[in-house]
């Protein structure tokens, strides 16, 4: 089966030096994309330039990407070719910068643009935009595949995190979720529309998971 697997962070830049980013590794998507290949499929591997998860990976084809508007160029440009599933797993920020203020000594705002923000201008107040959710386009991109999304939550419960999964279903049309992080507890948490959550206890028993759905 053709499979097409995101993993690692996207950035934002602030200025042409400084950038927005998170604390995704790359490793899980690197990994699963890894476990597909040596399952017998053919595997595309989108990672982010700032993975520190550098292994090389074993997929056909490894792409990097830096924003998530590279992400979304790329994941769109594969389009054209029949996926079977896409594994979403990249951590693509939730926000990009917009405007920036220095503020003055009398605590009034004044818009500047700068190829490199001086800390001279101290204090300064940024703006943060929200990203447009790629989750929510790849059904468009890729009709027929087998579409699994990620929730990585770090506020609430187990319960509220996997309730966050359940409503992924809904906006982005996807077949399958992972739910981790923090609010979620150890280990991962496998949800479908075809079935009830499956707890497991670690990255190799998820692969397994995963590929067993993907060829149902």
Known sequence: MNCAVTAGPTFEPLDTVRRLTNFSTG???????DYLVDQGHEVVLLRGSSSTFRTASKAARVIEFGTA???ERHLESLASTRM??????????DF??????????SGELHEISRGKFSTREAPLVAELLPV???????????????LVGW???????????????RTQFVESQTD???????AYGSGFGHLSKDSELLHLENSAALFECLERFMRR
Request: proline share 4%; charged share 25%.
């Open 27 to 33: 490793r899980l998507g690197t990994q699963l994309a």
């Open 132 to 146: 447009p959710k790629l989750i929510n386009r790849l059904r468009g991109w890729f009709p027929d595949a087998w």
């Open 176 to 182: 399958a979720c992972v739910v981790n992080g923090p």
């Open 69 to 71: 508007s590279d992400l």
């Open 151 to 165: 929730k990585y939550e770090v506020d609430g419960t187990r319960s509220t995190a996997v309730d966050r999964a």
């Open 84 to 93: 079977d599933a896409v594994f979403h797993a990249a951590a693509v920020n």
């Open 96 to 105: 990009g910068f917009g405007k920036v203020w220095r503020r003055s000594s």
